[in-house]
């Protein structure tokens, strides 16, 4: 009982101690203000946005295939969509993807790779495999294929929650092999065998023990997650692999580069957007990860 | 009267870091004469093993000398260019590293990280180089000299390593020894054999050696003279039997304190306190803190390094009230 | 290895029989080949067995090369050889050039810490593998093509068509702007890993040790210090291949450039399930061909991982 407050004590400190370091970090800053600035405008997305989602209003209204003006910031595409609106509703999509993605990635990896690294033999083994397995398969064209025939088959058409099923289906292994890595590295340590010595049961010593003292790297992972899976997403739907009904900003470039000779705006801002929310949660990755990571330079 | 080998006047080095200026070493003056070996004795943070880089130059980034002098032979170092520095390291100085797990380049053999020392500094040919490297090897008393040139560094144990760190130190001859540390990271067992190697190495070559540690022990065993630093500072400079029989500083009647030893009776005493900060260093002594005779005027003012006795010298307000206790 | 082309064998089967078997789904597309295309499937598939069987024939017959037909009715494999190569042209010259560029700057940022250079190293670098390969492609396209009307933005022939002679300028000139987006997000990552690891080994003891004996700051940096960082970097460039690789699909379509990751796209969308299965099986080999390579390479250069 006494050993185990001092461990969660010791945690809360620890946490305490990053947070400091985070804050000093210019660029984990910077980082967390735009994502910051994206959430906002995720949740405030269809209040603020002059038209609704997927909306040919500007083109009643005569505006189609216009550059950027006062009116329409971003410029209007040739089919009369505003390509501010679909920045601002693609927002909320792309983060939902994102986020959705990598969380639901980390929860099944670190179970899985948990399991694959406390427990020893063909458990272990077998996770490892498939684990690796993934790293070494072409997961795109995996991701495509299976994109493409589910949009045919499921009726509904593909969606955005199926989407983000197909990415953790094939991103789950990336961080289960760092889980199960780490599980192996701290299982090792001396606390875990002081804590067995002193009479934990397995998913006691697994829950209590071993899991928060890998959350570092988890945490760090899941942020820079978010970014990967908004890029890939953002390759699916310009290849036209997406949900041709949601606005995302991947659909947005793929219907830009039909007209990319003429209407170079409805590539430019949306990609824009892109780069900006991925360099964020990037930005913050990286800053979490100095912060949780002490490397001791004197 | 023997020439002094090795000048340091002052020096002072500096950390630059993201989170301060770190003041590894602040004004520490030691003077090694020619054929002797002596002590530099401290806890971790104190300074000894900057000292040791600041000699050589070699301080890492981002540290930089930025005050005091370096004079070895009478020459100036801090005067030299980098290029005129590199003919100083290995055959005028050298050091042995604390580690030598890390302190050897993984990735090549023995006999590669010998023969490029040999051959740069001594215009070898590769296979005078890897003679050289052989007749080391003997000298530092490895069994199978020849199997151990061409292994790599991991198949090695530690002893052994360590022997091989010192082989590479003296392939040049130096006449200044730098020994940082060399058997904390070994086996109690292979410490004294190790030492015992270094003594009558540098009895062979006429060698001048410093040796870095906390350990008294070894302070004890094989110097003649020593300077106690604490934080960057020094605290205390004596030969080594009137530190130990009559110790001047609060710090160093501790550090003897803390030394276990058979005949003892009473309790270990432990020096309260932790090391300071070096970015922020504590006003007046630096050692104040954890100094359980200190007065108001060790809070304000930086003691002096006085001359206590001939050859004695210390830097404490109060030396010459306090009754300390030695071994 | 073997488990890996299982593996991909695996999936690709199970999507391809999503709708039941590889036929229905194909005319779910709505694509109608011709009959004669629709019996020579049904062969290949051996649509009259139960599944497991069929799986195990399926197999059979790709370890004997036989990729079946697409829907155009031309055989899988005759196809790919072509777009096999044009792929990899652009991918070795691109990694080449990384590599080439990436080691260095890396090694430059590293030593130069916390200097400017290194600050706008490292941010060049960060917007590099926030981008999308193929946005950046369609961003200079519109820069240099339609603005400035300098280079050309599609209908590259490929590279079957380089050695009928007169072409090679133009080839060129199709060439600059899709290896410039690949080499570009490569450095990236390469150029951060670089410093990484040199940041790493040069706070090691055994580099102070090397100055400490008087190497020059040349043979310290390059001999023994990059020969203990690069092995990582080996590892994370077989990885990086297949990462560039898999981002084939897009750059290619961007810039029309007729590889796997075009002719992917094209089958795909159009449900030529033959095709999409065969493209899927050789990229995977090429990156399994990759990793092995880079496994190797790994072993050369640190002796702690040999098989003793």
New interface residues.
Partial sequence: MVEEKKSRRRSASQWAVAWRRFR?NKSALIGGAIVGFFALVAILGPFIAPYPARSYQPLYEGAAAEPPSWKHPFGVEDSGIDVFSEVIHGTRNDLYVGIAASVLTTLIGIAIGAIGGYFKGIVSDLVL?ITQ?F????????I???A???S??VFKGLGLTLIVLILVFFGWSGVAFVVRGETLRIKEMEFVQAARSLGAGSSRLLFRHIVPNILSPVIVITTLGI?GFI?TE??VS????GDANTSTWGLL?NEG?SF??TE?WV??FP?LA??FC??GF??MG?GLSDALNPRL?? | MTEKLLEITDLRTY?F??AGV?RAVDGISVDVKSGETIGLVGESGSGKSVTAQSALRIVPR?GRIVDGSIKFEGEDLLAKSEDEMRKYRGPKMAVVFQDPTTSLNPVYTVEKQLTDILMLHKDLTKQDARKSALSLLERVKISEPEKRLRAYPHELSGGMKQRIAIARALSCEPRLLFADEPTTNLDVTIQAQVLDLLKQLQKELGMTMVMITHDMGIIADMTERVTVLYAGKVMEVADTKSVFTDPKHPYTEALLKAVPSVAQTRTLEVIPGNIPN?IEPPAGCVFHPRCKYAKEICMKEVPKLEKAVEGHYVACHRWRELKLEGR | MI??FL??AI??FA?GN??GDPIT?IR??LRNPSPAVLAALRAYYHLDRPVYERFLLWVWELLHGNLGLSVTGRPVAQQIGAWALTTMELQIISLVLAVVIGIPVGIYSAKNQYTKQDYAITSVA??G????T??LG??L??LFS?DLGLLPSSGSKGISFLWWGSSFLDHLAHLILPVAVLTYVSLATIVRLVRANMLEVL?QDYILAARASGLSERTVTYRYALRNAISPVVTILG?SF?AS???A??TE??FSWPGLGYA??QA??T?DIPL?QG??IV??LM??AA?LFTDLAYAVLDPRVRID
């Fill in positions: 000093r495999g397995l790293f070494v398969i072409p997961v795109l064209l995996l495509l294929l299976f493409r025939v589910f045919i088959l970014a890029l953002v390759v310009f290849l036209g692999f470039l580069f990319v000779r170079w590539s430019l990609g892109v780069v991925v360099l990037n930005l990286d330079r004197e | 950390f870091t993201e770190v981002p070096l | 488990p890996v593996g991909v999936l690709t999507v999503a709708a789904l779910v597309g960060i917007f593998y926030s981008m999308p193929f946005w369609i961003m396209i519109i339609f706070r990885l297949g690789l898999g981002g699909p897009a379509t961007t992917f796209v795909a969308l449900l999409v493209i899927t990229i995977t990156v399994l990793n």
